[in-house]
């Protein structure tokens, strides 16, 4: 079974621990949204794939800082 894309906006890729990295941001620009660990990553297209299958679209600018505040909203 295929997984569908997430698309994130005001992304940023995160090392947690020993977890990552992972990509961390907003879904339609609301939605906290967390990954799995990404297996693969393209800076040219912005698009990775997690461990878990999932593919990822990055759009607009990366924001670390929020990015950070969102896994922490998230997961403590």
Do not use: Q
Request: charged letters at 20%; a negative charge; proline letters at 5%.
């Amino acid at each position: 079974m295929t997984k569908s894309e997430r698309v994130l906006s005001r992304w940023g890729i995160l090392m947690v621990g020993e977890i990552g990295p992972i990509l961390a941001g907003d879904e339609d620009g609301v939605l906290l949204r967390t990954s799995t660990p990404l297996v693969l990553f393209d800076a040219d297209s912005l698009r990775g794939l997690t461990s878990s299958g999932r593919p990822y679209r990055l759009v607009g600018e990366a924001d670390p800082v929020h990015a950070v505040e969102a896994f922490t909203a998230l997961w403590g």
